[in-house]
């Protein structure tokens, strides 16, 4: 009889788990893999799916290596693609509203939407094998902050069993 | 005991809604946000993840801010980015097997397709808390039609407890 | 009375599948789609969520359409966006510090972490319904080598019931 005690892959386990943190700003990419893998471990999650997750519109999260000329590399380009330098038409909506903070106002993060837009969606989703995030070698959990320095959060959203 | 009524908690729920609409076409942007939030609050579902999926090859779901301004920024970018007024192989294609339909193969759509890759995975994956999607203050669910105005629909997945 | 015998539908299910192969290398797209779907029918999962899932930092999965004239289109632009023939700190690191293969150190990558990052997510997440990937008429799973030839591995993880 397994009925007082059910199978442990019968049950769905869902664990939220979410940071706050202050960001460096200018295009700062920060490494959180050690603290997701923390909160999968913290989840008692085997098996299943972690959401890493921004809830911000001029950040996101990426999986790639957390190397100093790589992130050089790749913020170069990203500037070059997306000029902080030219007019957005976000900024003016920003400034006409004001329902921005005054550094927003002066400064404006139209191409910080942008990038964001063009990077792709909000957070990545990763297999958790044996309680762990499944990164391959070279990979780490990065949180890019495409906008000025501020309060930022990331959530984790564990799912499995 | 609790055998008899098992703890919500164990229990999987998986709930799956979708929505058919026609777009406005020329990169339109639309706020999809409240009736995904309603299929989310129909599922039951209190904790788990929301795959907001795309099934079509020229669209994309995207979370960001909805406002015009930024919308009218970020599809300029996009147009310098992925030109339409250019050679594409796709488009030949297209009209060579006559496999699509006559404004297809008249207009083509291969800059939509490269549209499409270069902004990244076709859904948007987010966490649901409380029986809501774990949206920032200022993100939305964003539907982009990168191609004409078209039949449509967009998938949400949600699967949790 | 249902107790010894509970519903399916409260059972999570969790399927692991990899995949290990050889690229061509130079921007070549496979399409992994039957693969994928043969993984998901061996799971057992009618409905749920499917992480088809790259490991690695200089490739990605993506949805679209597996036609040999747009991945022509789109190799064309991503090269165009993320040219190989400039400077990339990143090939001076992995040169100095020695801690890559022969052949990466003479050719370097560092263009194709920057392509990685800006394609988005490493993977896609694609709702299971009827124990098959949701994807639209001319949708395929595709895994996109932005390295040189490579001995690659993809994995497919599903959360559902």
Chains 1, 2, 3 share one sequence.
């Not at 000329?69 to 004001?98: C, I, N, Q």
Request: proline share 3%; aromatic share 8%.
């Amino acid at each position: 009889m397994d009925r007082a005690k059910p199978k442990k892959a019968f049950r769905v386990k869902v664990h939220a788990h979410e940071t706050h943190f202050r960001t460096a700003g200018g295009l700062h990419i920060q490494d959180i893999t050690d603290e997701v893998n923390a909160a999968v471990a913290d989840s008692g999650i085997k098996d299943g799916i972690a959401c890493v997750y921004s809830p911000h519109t001029t950040c996101c999260v990426r999986v790639n290596e957390f190397e100093s000329g790589f992130l050089e590399d790749f913020t170069t380009m990203l500037r070059k693609l997306v000029p902080s330098d030219t007019y957005y038409a976000h900024d003016d909506w920003d400034r006409r509203t004001e329902n921005v903070c005054p550094e927003d106002m002066e400064i404006g993060n139209g191409h910080s939407h942008c990038m964001s837009m063009l990077l792709g969606s909000a957070g990545e989703s990763i297999p958790v094998r044996d309680g762990e995030l499944a990164l391959g070698q070279w990979q780490r959990v990065l949180f890019l902050e495409l906008d000025r320095e501020r309060d930022r959060r990331w959530l984790v959203q564990v799912v499995g069993s």
